[in-house]
């Protein structure tokens, strides 16, 4: 059985494909996560005593820590999510996502490539190292046009920055010491189990507890929206299938501005969880001052990819959104346990590790 090294996998995107490969692969799982305030093993819950899933409590800034788990589970490669993610902390708090973003992934190349070396020669060009990103480190489009993997680089916030640099760290490691790697850089995921700091689960949250929908400048800023499954398969395409030293850029083909994005769901919980006073949800709609510097238009050409690798997305917004708004009524208990902090004791409860 391969083992395969997934950091960040109590995350939003980490456990999703921690999930798919649990159900869909065969490869033993090492789920390696720091557990900060957006780690929720809450969301891996049925998965966490499977026999191929193994969680180890761990800062990829550590490493001592890395150096040991590498030694001991012996990865056939690992893919790297872990990261501070939120753009809007990005900016009143920018120094987490330096150290995690740049430093951690420093520290995990430096852990990757010191156990990588002690590999034999079939070995070492089996492996792979898998850096997820962000389409973000291209900046911000205007109206027209898209992000293809040979856009300039022109990060604008400190988290698209932050994930800038340790994106050409990455590069650097294959160029110079040869460590086989692949980079892949997404558009805006949605989905099951989204920390409700980003808009759409923000906006579910609130909504459900008759708070106001707060919507930034105009709500004319345009997103491409990707379900998180769709994210997950692709990732898993390219660990297995991406060429080596390559960049994939992965989205779903979904520009929605904000407001047409708050608007949907309005209806989406209009239809199926009613108001108890019959008000439409999108009376909640509010406009707030805008996020400094807050980039216009991200929009993915994601060809290489389908060309390449003949991964396409399953999931339309609509279909996908109509699970999302599903999966949080459904799910109560875990936005509740977000809320309250509970998730943050989840693993002195229930795990050991
Ligand atoms: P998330 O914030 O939901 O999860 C991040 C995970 O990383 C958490 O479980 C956290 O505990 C863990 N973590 C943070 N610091 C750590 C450290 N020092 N050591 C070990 N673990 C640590 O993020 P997400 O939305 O799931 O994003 C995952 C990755 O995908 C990130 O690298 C992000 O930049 C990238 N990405 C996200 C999106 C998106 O729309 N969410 C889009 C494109 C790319
Ligand atoms: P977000 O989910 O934070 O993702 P990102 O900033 O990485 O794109 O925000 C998505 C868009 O929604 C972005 O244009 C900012 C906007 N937004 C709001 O209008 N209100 C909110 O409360 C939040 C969190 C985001």
Partial sequence: MQT?????????????????????????????????????????????DHPRHIFRRTDICERAALDALFAELQPAGVIHLAAESHVDRSIHGPGAFIHTNITGTFTLLEATRGYWMTLDSAAQTAFR???????????????????????????????????AASDHLVRAWHHTYGLPVVTTNCSNNYGACQFPEKLIPLMIHNALSGKPLPIYGKGDNVRDWLHVDDHARALWRVFEQGRVGEVYNIGGHNEKTNLEVVDTLCALLDELQPRADGQPYATLKTTVADRPGHDKRYAIDASKIADELGWQPQETFETGLRKTVRWYLDNPEWVAHVVSGEYQHWIERHYSA
Avoid at 8 to 21: Q, T
Avoid at 133 to 158: C, K, Q, R
């Fill in 4 to 48: 395969l090294f997934i950091t960040g996998g109590a995350g939003f995107i980490g456990s999703a494909l921690v999930r798919l490969l649990i159900t869909e692969s065969d490869w033993r799982i090492v789920n390696l996560d720091k557990l900060t305030y957006a780690g929720n093993l809450e969301s891996l819950a049925d998965l966490i």
């Fill in 129 to 163: 190292f898998h850096h997820v990103s962000t389409d973000e480190v291209y900046g911000s489009l205007g109206d027209t046009g898209l992000f293809t993997e040979t856009t300039p680089y022109a990060p604008n916030s400190p988290y698209s920055a932050s994930k």
